[in-house]
């Protein structure tokens, strides 16, 4: 007796909505993870300038003649 291999319709059947779910979900978490990224990027670009002052000076020396 052959063994008879399920044809490619019968291999889908019942799949369907698991497979558009788990798209669903791959399409929004891809969403999200660049939303996210804009917001990060909007946030950094509102940060003050830091004013570019030397916390230490040294005097300079006259030259000796």
Same mark, same amino acid.
């Given at each position: 007796?052959?063994?008879? +291999?399920?044809?490619?319709? +019968?291999?889908?059947? =019942?799949? =369907?909505?698991? &497979? ?14 660049? =939303?996210?990224?804009? =917001?990060?990027?909007?946030? &950094?670009?509102? @940060?003050? +300038?830091?004013?570019?002052?030397? &916390?230490?000076?040294?005097? @300079? ?5």
């Amino acid at each position: 007796m052959a063994k008879v +291999e399920p044809s490619r319709d +019968e291999l889908l059947r =019942g799949r =369907g909505p698991r &497979l558009i779910a788990a798209l669903s979900v791959a399409i929004v978490a891809a969403a999200f993870a660049v =939303g996210a990224s804009s =917001g990060i990027v909007a946030l &950094l670009d509102t @940060t003050p +300038e830091q004013p570019n002052v030397p &916390l230490i000076t040294y005097r @300079t020396a006259s030259p000796s003649p």
